[in-house]
């Protein structure tokens, strides 16, 4: 089992930028794919970044250039740093661990989440 906490949401100018922390424990998850998906009112959960065991990222479009993912297994830590936030990146930001290798973008290939942490982008 592992379990996933998240932290670092918070409320933020546009333009501005936050760091999300996702700790892990239960056991290491350096072999877990992991990523991070987000939620905003009225909307679909989805997913921003993934990053694989190799350490291979992947982004989905919209945070492509602004957001960076990255873990330290060390520490059985995932990262998200996101700069550049816009209003429209106002969500529930999720991470969330496979029990794979590899970084899938659909939210039911997950099988571990956290609570999520709340990141609010005023305009």
């Known amino acids: 089992q592992v379990q996933l906490v998240e932290s670092g949401g918070g409320l933020v100018q546009a333009g501005g930028s936050l760091r999300l922390s996702c700790a892990a424990s239960g056991r290491a998850f350096s072999n877990n794919a992991v990523g991070w998906f987000r939620q905003g009112p009225g909307k679909e959960r989805e997913f921003v970044a993934g990053?694989?065991?190799?350490?291979?990222?992947y982004y989905t479009d919209s945070v492509k250039g602004r957001f960076t993912i990255s873990r330290d297994n060390a520490k059985n830590g995932v990262y998200l740093q996101m700069n550049s936030l816009k209003p429209e990146d106002t969500a529930v930001y999720y991470c969330a661990a496979r029990s794979n290798i590899i970084v899938r973008t659909t939210a039911d290939d997950y099988r571990y989440w956290g609570q999520g942490t709340q990141v609010t982008v005023s305009s």
């Open positions: 990053i694989a065991w190799s350490g291979a990222t």
